[in-house]
């Protein structure tokens, strides 16, 4: 199937033969809204949404090859950019809300054990049932998924260097929906891969940051990412993204 934005045509491989429709594979609303006094708080959506105005100013900047015009702070709104595609996915934004509703499930249950013993009416407590609110829960959700985001920017700031790969105009780059499969090697754009080097790697210079690689180390680059995929593969040409199911 394919999706249509702007004129552009993102095709969607699946690594399965499964029934599913493109437009439900990606959107899901107000993952990131908090309720605060019956009213919604959309804060985060807000942030997250300047996060992305920045990267993809960026990332215009690094297509039309103006790298020399990047500095350190775009470099870092980059890192926070995949530091929140990794805390923000879906599935572990899901994770985190499970682990959030047993802990404070935990914590109510712990208090109210604790009173009914001060209380002396321990026996009521298999008629006394805890409902953790929703509320509370979204709130310690998105807590964790901030926290996880600035654990992984350390990581990534802390070890390595960046680079950028630049492909050759014949091949390009494809992704997943486990971006984050592989923490060194993140598509920018169908042209332009962003790459952490932790070793001492032959020919690698610090002071050149922007490296044109082959078609070969392309396609290499794309199988590894492509194993990490979970269900789909994301990219420009149908017939590249068949050849890596």
Not at 107 to 120: A, G, K
Request: charged share 25%.
């Amino acid at each position: 199937g394919i999706r249509i934005v702007k004129g552009n045509i993102l095709y969607i491989e699946k690594k399965e033969l499964r029934s599913s429709k493109p437009e439900n594979v990606a959107i899901k609303k107000h993952i990131y809204t908090i309720i605060r006094k019956g009213n919604k708080d959309v804060s985060i959506e807000e942030y997250l949404s300047e996060i992305e105005t920045k990267y993809a100013e960026i990332v215009r900047k690094i297509e039309e090859y103006c790298f020399k015009q990047l500095d350190a702070n775009d470099l870092s709104n980059i890192i926070w950019f995949i530091s929140f595609l990794y805390a923000r996915n879906l599935a572990n934004v899901n994770r985190f809300s499970e682990i959030s509703k047993e802990w404070l499930s935990f914590i109510e249950n712990t208090m109210s054990d604790y009173t009914l013993r001060q209380e002396s009416e321990e026996h009521l407590r298999p008629f006394l049932q805890i409902n953790t609110k929703p509320d509370y829960v979204q709130k310690m959700t998105m807590q964790t998924m901030f926290e996880v985001a600035q654990e992984m920017y350390k990581l990534l700031v802390n070890e390595g260097d960046w680079f950028f790969y630049k492909s050759q105009a014949s091949s390009e780059f494809i992704t997943t929906d486990n971006p984050m499969g592989n923490t060194g090697r993140f598509p920018l754009s169908k042209h332009i891969l962003f790459m952490r080097v932790t070793a001492k790697v032959e020919g690698l210079s610090k002071s050149e940051k922007v490296l044109s690689i082959s078609s070969e180390s392309v396609n290499q680059i794309n199988r590894e990412i492509a194993s990490t995929a979970r269900r789909f593969l994301y990219g420009s040409n149908s017939e590249l993204l068949k050849s890596y199911k």
